[in-house]
T-cell receptor, first 116, second 117 residues
């Protein structure tokens, strides 16, 4: 079975400060990893994904994440946040191949609040 | 590209009635669509996976007779909540995969807020 753990349920930060949202995954097989953002009363928007290749993945809105296989982590970072980044962020994984291919397992979510 | 729409965006219904939610992939053909529900302040829980032209596969604990899923075409899947009750009130989100910019990625709809009175 696979699982995704987001270590912080809430992260408050001031505008223009850097932020890191932590995500750890657990799986005995290869996985794809994703970060999604959800604004209030909306669906999920894909920020970035790791499928293979370079472990540093750049996404939209200035976000990036680094896949660390030894640490089984996929932390999301942004060097300088804006008020508009206030939202809930979900880390997710899916198995590569197999009968469960394509099914996403989500973390619990991290609410990022950017203060002026 | 990779736009998924849902209709309606919100619905209020009386207990005992049925509600249909549509999920459409607007600019790509979705071989697989997924239905999730999300309770307030919680993460998304997968309800079922549907492949075009075949029966949906439901997750453990999800009543297939209560949550009817039809995936009649490569661009449309529907979720019907039958005999809805207040405990069915939730945010329902669909996603679609396949044929878009990346077949490994799920693209999500904006969600449907269901309130059962």
């Amino acid at each position: 079975a696979q699982s995704v753990t987001q270590l912080d349920s809430q992260v408050p930060v001031f505008e223009e400060a850097p932020v890191e949202l932590r995500c750890n995954y657990s799986s005995s097989v290869s996985v794809y990893l994703f970060w999604y953002v959800q604004y209030p009363n909306q669906g999920l928007q894909l920020l970035l994904k790791y499928l293979s290749g370079s472990t540093l993945v750049k996404g939209i809105n200035g976000f990036e994440a680094e896949f660390n296989k030894s640490q089984t982590s996929f932390h999301l970072r942004k060097p300088s946040v804006h008020i508009s980044d206030t939202a809930e962020y979900f880390c997710a994984s899916t198995w590569v191949g197999g009968t469960s291919y394509g099914k996403l397992t989500f973390g619990q979510g991290t609410i990022l609040t950017v203060h002026p | 590209g990779a736009v998924v729409s849902q209709h309606p965006s919100w619905v209020i219904c009386k207990s005992g009635t049925s509600v249909k939610i549509e999920c459409r992939s607007l600019d790509f053909q979705a071989t697989t669509m997924f239905w999730y529900r999300q309770f307030p302040k919680q993460s998304l829980m997968l309800m079922a996976t549907s492949n075009e032209g075949s029966k949906a596969t439901y997750e453990q604990g999800v009543e297939k007779d209560k949550f009817l899923i039809n995936h009649a075409s490569l661009t449309l899947s529907t979720l019907t909540v039958t005999s809805a009750h207040p405990e069915d009130s939730s945010f329902y989100i669909c996603s679609a995969r396949g044929g878009g910019p990346s077949t490994d990625t799920q693209y999500f709809g904006p969600g449907t807020r269901l309130t059962v009175l």
